[in-house]
């Protein structure tokens, strides 16, 4: 079955309409705007209007961001009921970190890359074919004259019999 085809300024239009942050269903619901039935199908079908769109989101979430200083700016001049305010930056956080998780994200990600010196494996089998270092125990570096007891554990120290 043929869809019919969209021209590319509508497309241009639903991802500036999402970066100013209107909703994804408020756009949808515009009949002069593509269908979500028809946004799935080109999110699936385009890699490149995927990252434009994922793009267009994260700005959308960096102006939701920008909403929790009103919100905070209405807390401190007494504007509107508390529990209202606590609500709607809790619900703001929420959507702000799923849609920019790299800047406001919870979860912190750890990216690792291999260096050029080769894998892990290689580097342990440097460590294990190294020579064995040998420890010695200090106590026995001690000079004779310091030591309290001889070698045969007898109390050489004078004043033994006070402690």
């Keep these: 079955m043929a869809y019919p085809k969209i021209a590319e300024e509508v497309w241009e239009e639903f991802l500036e309409r999402i970066t100013n942050g209107n909703t994804i269903t408020s756009i949808v619901n515009d009949k002069s705007m593509p269908s979500w039935t028809s946004v799935s199908r080109k999110l699936a079908a385009e890699p490149e209007f995927e990252r434009q769109y994922r793009l ?14 009103d919100i905070k700016r209405d807390a401190r001049m ?7 305010l606590r609500l709607a930056a809790d619900i703001t956080k929420w959507q702000v970190a799923r849609m920019t998780p790299k800047i406001y994200g919870d979860r912190q990600q750890l990216e690792v890359t291999p260096s050029k ?3 892990y494996l290689e580097a342990l089998t440097q460590v294990n074919a190294a020579e064995p270092v040998v420890i010695t125990d200090e106590r026995d570096t001690q000079p004779e004259e310091v030591r309290a007891r001889d070698k045969s554990g007898q109390n050489d120290c004078p004043d033994s019999d006070m402690i």
């Excluded at 007494?78 to 209202?84: E, F, I, L, R, S």
């Design 56 to 69: 267009a989101l994260e700005f959308r979430g960096m102006l939701l961001q920008e909403e929790l200083e």
């Design 78 to 84: 007494g504007m509107g009921d508390a529990q209202g």
């Design 117 to 119: 010196g080769g894998s």
